[in-house]
């Protein structure tokens, strides 16, 4: 159990263009979702969190109008950028978190989305 | 502000040899400790949650444990396939926060 995925894998955009990125809890409902972006050698930075039903949190730093997050159901919640430029290009990815009791509950990664903007 | 530091930054081992991964961290309020694997181009797979000082929980070949202050991971006997990035994470309400991993390299 615990597997979230994550769609599309790779995307490649023009800059001044939309991307959507879909992240889906496959077998449970979740929470909370987060949005987190890796950079090449490096750890996870955390974007946001978001619960269902609710406007996202965005960590310091993270302009909430480029990166829309829309969280619709229990597991489903999606990152739209907007406007795409090059210095967005990363690895995007989202985990899901599951739990009964005191958090932090566990989170359960998906695979990941490459984004690339030329 | 929460930290957390991993080391190695990197470590190479052969086939057999065992070792620990350690995972230092200074938070205001611990709520858990997370481990992760992370190979290449992929999101990181849930190892193990620990809660308390003292607490150990153990899978396959790795091991973690707790105290107040770090956390360790130890790899008895690897194999070339446990060969990936190994992420820790504190967690207070509701959020993590990730150290910067350490790259593990097991050659047969």
């Known amino acids: 159990g615990a597997v979230v995925s994550q769609h599309p894998s790779r995307v490649i955009c023009k800059s001044g263009t939309s991307v959507k990125i879909e992240c889906r809890s496959l077998d449970f409902q979740a929470t909370t979702m987060f949005w987190y972006r890796q950079f090449p050698k490096k750890s996870l930075m955390l974007m946001a969190t978001s619960n269902e039903g609710s406007k996202a949190t965005y960590e310091q730093g993270v302009e909430k109008d480029k990166f829309l997050i829309n969280h619709a159901s229990l597991t489903l919640s999606t990152l739209t950028v907007t406007s795409a430029h090059p210095e967005d290009s990363s690895f995007y990815i989202c985990?899901?978190?599951?739990?009964?009791?005191?958090?932090?509950?566990?989170?359960?990664f998906g695979p990941g989305t490459r984004l690339t903007v030329t | 502000e929460d930290q957390v530091t991993q080391s190695p930054e990197a470590l190479r081992l052969q086939e057999g040899e065992s070792s620990s991964l350690n995972c230092s961290y200074t938070?205001?309020?611990?709520?858990?400790l997370f481990w992760y694997r992370q190979d290449p181009g992929k999101g990181p797979e849930f190892l193990f949650t620990?809660?308390?000082a003292g607490e150990e929980k153990e899978k396959e070949r790795l091991k973690a444990t707790l105290t107040k202050k770090e956390s360790f991971l130890h790899i008895t006997a690897p194999k070339p396939e446990d060969s990936a990035t190994y992420l820790c994470?504190?967690?207070?309400?509701?959020?993590?926060?990730f150290g910067q991993g350490t790259i593990l390299t097991v050659h047969p």
């Open positions: 985990s899901a978190a599951r739990g009964s009791g005191r958090p932090p509950y566990e989170q359960y």
């Open positions: 938070v205001s309020g611990l709520r858990g």
């Open positions: 994470a504190v967690g207070t309400y509701g959020k993590l926060t």
């Open positions: 620990l809660y308390s």
